[in-house]
């Protein structure tokens, strides 16, 4: 009796040590995944490893390479963040430079719990003509633990992984190979359900720039249209009940909005909202900011000899979501230089850094912010080795001087803390831990 328990008990452990492979080998563990979400769209999701869960990775480095396959047909290329990496990581940064995507996230806790696909955001490109073919690979990985220790994705888990993306014409389906022609054998005859089709002329490049309320609401109601733009002297014209309607449409879309002050067709500055990034959509704002060469409490605090142009914004606290703020400083700097932003804490009597490496190109200055008061553009830091968060926002066009849609001439963000090289890019990736901590804790007060 005792021999056949035995034989029972071994039968049992025998199935169940076959059975866990079998099992497991149903989930798709492919590091890397995409998939195209709409004609100019590609989602891409990261299915973290066991080492990044065990490991309570906190801050990820995805760099993705875009390979054109027409040199130069690419105009833009954009990274919106998914709502869940917005939710985990406080820190949220992209660049796009030389036909590599630089996506950065971080959070001051571990961001990845299970194994399990997460999506990061979606890749969005501009063709610079009709439209582009391209290649979407990973390039590299990598990613920092608890313990602040850097690791790098096998370049071996990554091989094989591509998606072809297309951009500007319809991506045929492999099973219906030819779904808007109704009459194959007659390709040049139109529909006979829609002689005149209308590739919607009124919003050809999916823009609405509008001047009233009327004229958002009208581009808002059409599904075509991906960017609203508002023109007005000083940004502000909108009432409370529009604002917040606007921004309860935007929330979790890939649409944005751009509110812009001109004064004779010069952009004086404009104001950027991304449905994904909108938080709080009962904020009213007032959207006008006024520039100034001298603050007395705030200039006791700035460096000496150094260029300081002080920003006070006519909102005052927290603001709808993240914000692009492009405005123009070319009355105070010269172009190339590099400069600093601070916040100035009325509360402390101090200022605190929040970002570096803001390039002056033909006049403008690029910044983001979440919380508005006065802050200050400054050529020198304050203190010797300041510490910045890894933000840095910078125009590497140079269309300003007409602003027409400077949605579509948004730049890449970028998280680097200097010059373009692999070691700056991994300095910031070993740092971004620990800037987090820092960021967030400062955040519930300010930002």
């Not at 290649?135 to 072809?164: F, R």
């Not at 609203?228 to 014209?237: Q, V």
């Not at 993240?322 to 101090?350: P, V, W």
């Not at 910045?388 to 066009?397: E, I, Q, R, W």
């Amino acid at each position: 009796m005792k021999r056949i328990k035995s034989l029972c008990i071994a039968l049992v452990l025998a199935l169940l040590v076959t059975y866990v492979p079998v099992s497991a080998a149903v989930q798709d563990d492919t590091m890397i995944k995409m998939q195209q979400k709409d004609t100019s769209q590609v989602e891409l999701a990261l299915y973290p490893n066991g080492d990044m869960i065990k490991n309570h990775s906190t801050t990820f480095r995805i760099q993705m390479r875009i390979t054109e396959e027409e040199s130069g047909s690419i105009g833009e290329i954009h990274f919106a963040f998914s709502e869940d990496i917005q939710n985990r990581c406080k820190i949220r940064e992209y660049f796009y430079e030389n036909g590599i995507l630089d996506i950065y996230f971080s959070s001051a806790g571990t961001v990845f719990e299970q194994a399990q696909d997460v999506v990061i955001g979606t890749i969005s490109g501009i063709p610079s003509g009709e439209m582009f073919q391209a290649s979407i690979a990973p390039e590299s990985i990598m990613y920092v633990d608890q313990s602040h220790q850097m690791k790098q994705v096998d370049e071996g888990v990554l091989q094989g992984i591509s998606y072809q993306w297309a951009v500007g014409e319809k991506v045929p389906d492999p099973d219906d190979p030819n779904p808007d022609n109704p009459n194959p054998d007659n390709p040049d005859k139109p529909d006979p359900d829609k002689p005149n089709p209308d590739d919607n002329p009124e919003y050809p490049d999916g823009v609405c720039t509008a001047f009233t309320y009327e004229e958002l609401e009208k581009g808002l109601a059409d599904s075509s249209v991906t960017s609203l733009i508002y023109k007005s002297k000083d940004g502000n014209g909108l009432t409370k009940e529009q604002q917040k309607t606007l921004f309860k449409s935007l929330k979790g879309t890939e649409r944005t909005l751009t509110i812009m002050a001109e004064e004779k067709g010069q952009l004086l500055y404009s104001w950027k909202f991304t449905g994904t990034g909108i938080a709080n959509i009962d904020t009213a704002i007032d959207f006008g900011i006024a520039k100034s060469k001298e603050n007395k409490n705030a200039g006791s605090l700035m460096a000496k000899d150094a260029e300081n142009l002080y920003l006070e914004f006519a909102h005052e606290g927290e603001l709808p979501g993240l914000a692009e703020i492009e405005l123009y400083a070319g009355d105070s700097f010269k172009d190339g230089q590099n400069l600093y932003l601070y916040y100035y804490n009325t509360k402390k009597n101090a200022v605190e850094p929040i970002q570096k490496s803001i390039k002056v190109v033909d006049g403008y200055v690029t910044i983001q912010i979440e919380h508005c008061s006065t802050y200050i553009l400054t050529t020198k830091t304050v203190r010797k080795d300041e510490r910045f968060p890894a933000v840095s926002v910078n125009k590497t066009d140079s269309t300003k001087k007409t602003p027409v849609k400077p949605t579509t001439k948004t730049t890449a963000k970028t998280a680097k803390t200097g010059d373009n090289t692999p070691v700056e890019g991994l300095l910031l990736l070993a740092g971004l831990s620990a800037a987090a901590m820092i960021l967030i804790g400062k955040s519930r007060k300010k930002i």
